[in-house]
Each structure stands twice: as C-alpha cells, then as structure tokens.
C-alpha cells in the first residue's frame, strides 16, 4: 500500500479501515478497526511525547501494518509534516531533514546503529519510539545513553498500536512499562496481561502475554502464553531462554528455541541455529547453554538455512515450529 492509497482509504466514506496482524505466532489475519479510535489512539500518543502542529514524523514502515498507518493517523491528528521513506533496515540512509518522531522496529535501529553517519541521525530524533519485538540487553545498553527521548512501546494490532511505554534511556529507564492515563491493567487466571481501554478498543482483551504487574500500577512481560514449552511437567517460557542464552554467549539473531514432541517429556526443547554460525560460536553457546536449569537445556541443536521472521521484523515461531516437523 503507498500512501496515497493510504490516504483515499481514510478519506472515504467508510467508518472503518482495513489491516492486518504480524502473524508472528500464527497466520496473519485481516481485521477493521474505527477510525475514531485510531484517532484517539494518535491523540493519546502525541500527547504524551508532547507532539506538535509543525513537527516532522519519519514514516519508513510498511502501511499493510498497524504500526505504519498510526504513524499517518498521528500526523493526520497532529498536524505533523511527514517524512516519507521506503521502508528498509537503514531508513536513515537517504533522510537529509531529522525528523522530530520516529518509530522504527527493532531491526532498523540495530542496522542503523552499524552505521556512523546513522547513528548520529538516530541520536538526533527527538522522540524515538520502537515496537513490534522485543529489545534486547544488548541494545538497551547502547541506547541508554542517548541524549534525547527512546521509548520501547507495548502494543498490539488490537490496541492500535501501543497503550503503555517505557523509557530506555536517562534516569527513568526501566523495565516496566507505565499504562496510558486511560488505560487499566489486569491479570487474568491464566497470568496473562488484560486490557481495558475503552477510547481504542471496544471490548476488554486478554492478550497471549505472561505478564506482572508492580505497585506502582506499571507491568513488564515475561513471555507469550502460546510461546511456553511444557517439558516433563515444567514449563519454559521460550523469550526467557533466549534471553539468557543472548547474555552469556554474546550472540543474538543465529539462534532460536523452539520444541518438538516427545514421547516421555511430551515436548522437548529445541535449538535451531543458522547454518552461517561458526564454531567458535558454537563453542559460545554451548557454553551457554550449560549454565541454564536442567530443563531449560536444548536436548538437540539443529542447523536450518534461515531461522524464520515475520514481515514486521518478528521471529516467525509458527514457521519455526514447522521446521522441526520436517
């Protein structure tokens, strides 16, 4: 979708507008959504990051997304001037004018930040927001010392892009991620997070995400209910795994976990590695491997041309599981 397209879409006389989810967990779908309430979902944002008539908005994600379109509904709402560009992993490479917001995934800011001249750019934009996949420490780490504003955001298709934010950088980088004002926050039986936020969404959600929720009303995710492994009886949230495998080894992007059936522990826990990896760091992840739990531990390590990922940047673990079945 260009942006034209985008924009006669909004500018007709339907109620409503059409788009798809990530499909990182399962197929992609198509969905419509309000456009009032992608509008109040725009106001809250710019509202929050203090967003002005005049200011500039980077739009370099693809506009099939959620993610894409709300970056022209903020500007819509806002009267922010868009800067417009293929969507890429450098989608600073050509952008001569900074832009005041930005919202970026995390593979662009990483591919970004292998660039000097990038780098400065990044550096520049006054709000920075990234969503659409996890950040891991690694990244965190060079982020927190960015002198302007760096959010990660929580959010879905659903929601409208994010309801909650949590600073990177500065001295209210956290963990925890602080709700809108409009926004209330539950657990549900299952541990899961559950949303009610009547301006952009109809209905209460109980989302796929293991979650808790601190005194201070803020929460932080765990793991993806759909992305736990029950091996001999214990669960194994699979974004903790690779959490602590990526801190002790280094490495990050040539390695997933995943699972398989087994026929005495019902599921066993499995690592896919890409087949680029060498073995020096393969030496690193064993190595890594062998400080997890007992259960925790890869009982097989499998070698694949590519480990899967979404059209949003997201590791594909529908088609990751796929593998294993071949």
Known sequence: MTLSDF????????????????GSTGKPKEMLVEKKRMLASARITCDFLGLKSGDTALLCMPLDYIAGKMVVVRSIERGLRLIDVEPSSHPLRDVAEIPTFAAMVPMQVIKSLQVPE???KLKQIKQLIIGGGAIDSNLAEVLKTFPNNVWST???TETLSHIALRKLNGEEA??????FQSVKISISQDGTLVIDAPSVCSEELITNDIAEINERGQFRIIGRKDNTINT??????????????????????????????????????????????????????????????????PKDIVAV????????GKPDRAKTRLLLEN
Request: hydrophobic content about 35%; glycine content about 4%; overall charge negative.
């Open 154 to 156: 929580y959010g879905m």
């Open 174 to 179: 956290s963990l925890w991620y602080t709700p």
């Open 232 to 297: 001999g009886g214990v669960k194994v949230q699979i974004e903790e795994v690779e959490l602590l495998l990526t801190e002790e080894s280094g490495l990050k992007d040539c390695f997933r976990i995943s699972w398989r059936e087994h026929q005495v522990l019902g599921q066993e826990v499995v690592m896919l590695v890409d087949t680029s990896v060498t073995e020096q760091k393969m030496a690193l992840l064993r190595n890594a491997i062998s400080t997890l739990p007992k259960y925790w531990q």
């Open 305 to 312: 041309d590519t480990l899967p990922m979404t059209e949003t």
């Open 7 to 22: 924009y006669s879409e909004w500018n007709d006389d339907n109620a409503f507008i059409k788009v798809r989810t990530s």
């Open 118 to 120: 990038e780098v400065e």
